[in-house]
């Protein structure tokens, strides 16, 4: 079983960065295929951005030039810098391990979830 904590959320002005952290709590982390996800109020869970084990990375077009993914297998821990931040990436973010797949994260491959941690940006 993975457990997944994040943290690093909060209120932000436009324009503004945060960085995220997700520690995972499994002895194969660097196994895993990790990532970010967002969940906006009202709307669905949208991938965000995900990294591979060797370092390959994928987002969404959303957020490219403005977010990075990256990992520390050492510290069994995946970071997402956010920078010029916009109100439209309000949302609760949330920690996903993956077993198998691309940095693209997509369905049909078994997913871990941590609990999420909120990034409010302000106008």
């Known amino acids: 079983q993975v457990q997944l904590v994040e943290s690093g959320g909060g209120l932000v002005q436009a324009g503004g960065s945060l960085r995220l952290s997700c520690v995972a709590s499994?002895?194969?982390?660097?196994?895993?295929?990790m990532g970010w996800f967002r969940q906006a109020p009202g709307k669905e869970r949208e991938f965000v951005g995900g990294?591979?084990?060797?370092?390959?990375?994928n987002y969404v077009d959303s957020v490219k030039g403005r977010f990075t993914i990256s990992r520390e297998n050492a510290k069994n821990t995946v970071y997402l810098q956010m920078n010029s931040l916009k109100p439209e990436d309000t949302a609760r973010y949330y920690c996903?391990?993956?077993?198998?797949?691309?940095?693209?994260?997509?369905?049909?491959?078994?997913?871990?979830w941590g609990k999420g941690t909120l990034v409010t940006v302000s106008s």
């Open positions: 996903a391990a993956q077993w198998g797949g691309s940095a693209t994260m997509t369905s049909g491959y078994t997913k871990y």
């Open positions: 499994v002895r194969t982390f660097s196994n895993y295929v």
């Open positions: 990294i591979t084990r060797s370092g390959d990375t």
